[in-house]
Nanobody
Framework: QVQLQESGPGLVKPSQTLSLTCTVSGGSITTSYYYWSWIRQPPGKGLEWRGAIGYEGSNWYGPSVKSRTSISGDTSKNQFSLQLSSVSPEDTAVYYC??????????????WGHGTQVTVSS
C-alpha cells in the first residue's frame, strides 16, 4: 500500500518561498504511469490542483500558478517537493500530496497524504 506524508513549515512569512516535501513509501515515484501532485484547500474553499510531476520526470502546472510554482522529484529519497515563491496570505491552505493516474475514462486520484496546514502571516 502506497503512503504519502507531507512535511514542511507550518508558518511562512509573506514574500518568502514555501517549500514542502512529500515522502512516499510502499511504492516508487518512478512507477509507470503515475503522477505525483500537490493539491491545496484554502479555508472555506474547494480543492485546488497546483501541479504535478510524472513518473518519467515531466512537470505539469496549473496556468494560474505556473510562474510561482516548481515541483521536483528526488528518486534517491523517493520524495517529491513543492516550491511556491512570493507567497501571500491567500496561499494559506491545507496542502496535500496525492498520487493519480490518467486513464481513457478520466483522472483518478488513488492515494492522498493526510495534509499539512500552511499559514502565511507576518
Amino acid at each position: 500500500q502506497v503512503q504519502l506524508q507531507e512535511s514542511g513549515p507550518g508558518l511562512v512569512k509573506p514574500s518568502q518561498t514555501l517549500s514542502l516535501t512529500c515522502t512516499v513509501s510502499g511504492g516508487s515515484i518512478t512507477t509507470s504511469y503515475y503522477y505525483w501532485s500537490w493539491i491545496r484547500q484554502p479555508p472555506g474553499k474547494g480543492l485546488e490542483w497546483r501541479g504535478a510531476i510524472g513518473y518519467e520526470g515531466s512537470n505539469w502546472y496549473g496556468p494560474s500558478v505556473k510562474s510561482r510554482t516548481s515541483i521536483s522529484g528526488d528518486t534517491s529519497k523517493n520524495q517529491f517537493s513543492l516550491q511556491l515563491s512570493s507567497v501571500s496570505p491567500e496561499d494559506t491552505a491545507v496542502y496535500y500530496c496525492a498520487r493519480y493516474i490518467i486513464q481513457s475514462t478520466g483522472v483518478y486520484i488513488v492515494d492522498w497524504g493526510h495534509g499539512t496546514q500552511v499559514t502565511v502571516s507576518s
